[in-house]
């Protein structure tokens, strides 16, 4: 029987080639998912080879490959470090990560990662984490609101959308995707509601699930746990997560400074594998709508 696919992995081959797979490696898939990536790269290892799949939300459990060499390891990735010394591995050869939010978040409406239905307002990737969406919305300042949808939605009237958010909550709770909603769609331009509204949507589960800082660890401890040789192969989608994972690779931090030697060279742990970054082309995005903003970036460890 097919095992669940929850998740249409995003530039599945051009993330294989990237990894540079060796039969008898050690690999992370530190965005597990539904498992698209993972079974790809579970065919090409050998019987000794071994993959750690990373992933908070318990949901991906259900997809899990009955395998002896796969171990999923129910966590953020932010704790990459931890659960490798956990496991007794000292290094591995490959890590993937794609920050794409799967299918599964977006079709489950309970979850409120969508505006298409009216459910309540969560967006936890962890179901045991302390705030969700709506107590983040009744407790952040109008100037907290305002950061965080112009820093991770990129949207132009964020300040008026954090001051109309604080208003209606004095009267009623924004508790449910459809309030929420109810509240922003007059701010919205007429041409750009649906776009704008997935922004609202995207900011506010950035800021919940904390996704930038997540980030920040994972590679910066990527770096720690790949031996020399080993490749840091990353999808991103919203243009910030972009910058901070192309500013580490080509500088070893993520606000990419540079960091010269003596002679003025450029001192960095990873050498960028490509210069341009790779996007899906048509015949993808057909088949896979939401891989449409998908970048992919390669490093190996120098």
Avoid: W
């Avoid at 498992?35 to 939300?57: E, K």
């Avoid at 609101?145 to 949207?155: C, K, N, P, R, S």
């Avoid at 040789?229 to 910058?243: K, M, P, W």
Wanted: aromatic letters at 8%; one cysteine or more; glycine letters at 6%.
């Amino acid at each position: 029987m097919e095992e669940p696919v929850y998740h249409i992995p995003a530039l599945l081959e051009p993330c294989i080639e990237g990894l540079a797979i060796k039969p008898d490696g050690t690999y992370v898939d530190a965005t597990f998912g539904g498992g698209g990536h993972s079974r790809a790269i579970l065919n090409r290892l050998s019987q000794h080879g071994r993959l750690f799949g990373f992933d908070q939300d318990l949901d991906a459990l259900s997809c899990c490959p009955d395998d002896p060499r796969f171990s999923f390891v129910h966590s953020n990735f932010a704790y990459l470090g931890n659960f490798m010394r956990f496991h007794g591995v000292e290094a591995v050869d490959g890590i993937l990560a794609d920050l794409g939010v799967s299918f599964h978040h977006f079709d489950d409406s309970s979850r409120g990662f969508s505006f298409r239905a009216d459910a309540p307002l969560d967006m936890r990737m962890n179901r045991g984490a302390r705030v969700n969406a709506a107590e983040l919305l009744a407790t952040a300042t109008e100037a907290q609101l305002a950061d965080i949808f112009f820093l991770y939605g990129e949207l132009r009237q964020s300040r008026r959308i954090a001051s109309a958010i604080v208003k209606a909550r004095a009267s009623k709770p924004i508790a449910t995707t459809g309030r929420l909603v109810e509240v922003v769609e007059p701010l919205m331009r007429a041409a750009q509601q649906k776009k704008e509204l997935a922004q609202v949507f995207q900011a506010l589960r950035i800021a919940v699930n904390d996704e930038m800082e997540a980030l920040r660890r994972l590679l910066e401890q990527s770096v720690r746990v790949l031996r020399p040789g080993g490749r840091l192969v990353v999808i991103a989608y919203h243009s910030l997560e972009d910058r901070m994972v192309k500013n580490f690779m080509r500088s070893g931090n993520v606000e990419g400074r540079a960091e010269k030697d003596f002679y003025g060279r450029t001192e960095t742990p990873l050498r960028v594998v490509n210069n341009r970054v790779i996007t899906p082309d048509a015949d993808e995005v057909a088949r896979n709508p939401r891989s449409r903003s998908a970048k992919l970036r390669i490093a190996q460890r120098l």
